[in-house]
């Protein structure tokens, strides 16, 4: 089993995975990342991320769980000025 190429709930539930734990670290590790993204730059990442029509009703939980660690995800990168 390879969940690159096999990324479906059953091969995830065979591997020991569930889909909630699964959505949360990844819509976590997405808020670090890419802060700030609106509604759909985060279901297109989702779909990116899971492409298996499986995963699909999960849509709602990964956005929300991205909404949630935004909140409290600071940015890692301080952009400045260049002074004159």
């Known amino acids: 089993m390879d969940l690159w ?3 479906r709930p059953e091969t995830c539930s065979a591997l020991g995975l569930d889909c909630g734990s699964c959505i949360h670290a ?3 590790s997405t808020a670090r990342i890419c802060h ?3 509604s759909h730059g985060v279901q ?3 779909f990116q991320l ?3 029509t499986g995963c699909k009703p999960m849509a709602q939980a990964f956005e ?3 909404r949630e ?3 409290t995800q600071t940015p890692r990168v301080a952009f400045a000025s260049a002074a004159a």
């Open 50 to 52: 899971y492409p298996s």
């Open 64 to 66: 929300l769980a991205y």
């Open 5 to 7: 190429t096999e990324n």
């Open 26 to 28: 990844a819509a976590a």
């Open 36 to 38: 700030g993204l609106e």
């Open 69 to 71: 660690s935004s909140i």
């Open 44 to 46: 297109q990442i989702f």
